[in-house]
Nanobody
């Protein structure tokens, strides 16, 4: 079965950094579109960053200049480097994979940024 396994979440002080990882057990990872989403309490789930198999990326306005999405196709791994973290970045972060035959979600990992 398809599995997206996340790691790297935790508690960090405002202004600090975290790196999230997502190891994907999927077919044809190198051509699979990947993304990070997040959901804060009482808010809708939102797209944070996207990366195509080609490496093309885009970001939510709220994280541009602070977050970087990347992928290592040799390791079937997706990353989100988060710098200059703010309390409003506090949320559950989800790994997402899109293939022509379906979409898949990770279990979510908590990121908490203290003021």
């Amino acid at each position: 079965q398809v599995q997206l396994v996340e790691s790297g979440g935790g508690l960090v002080q405002a202004g600090g950094s975290l790196r999230l990882s997502c190891t994907a057990s999927v077919r044809n990872f190198e051509t699979t579109a990947m993304a990070w989403y997040r959901q804060a309490p009482g808010k809708q789930r939102e797209s944070v960053a996207y990366i195509a198999g080609s490496g093309q990326t885009n970001y939510a306005d709220s994280v541009k200049g602070r977050f970087t999405i990347s992928r290592d196709n040799a390791q079937n791994t997706l990353y989100l480097q988060m710098n200059s973290l703010k309390p409003e970045d506090t949320a559950v972060y989800y790994c997402y994979a899109r293939q022509p035959w379906g979409t898949y979600w990770g279990q979510g990992t908590q990121v908490t940024v203290s003021s």
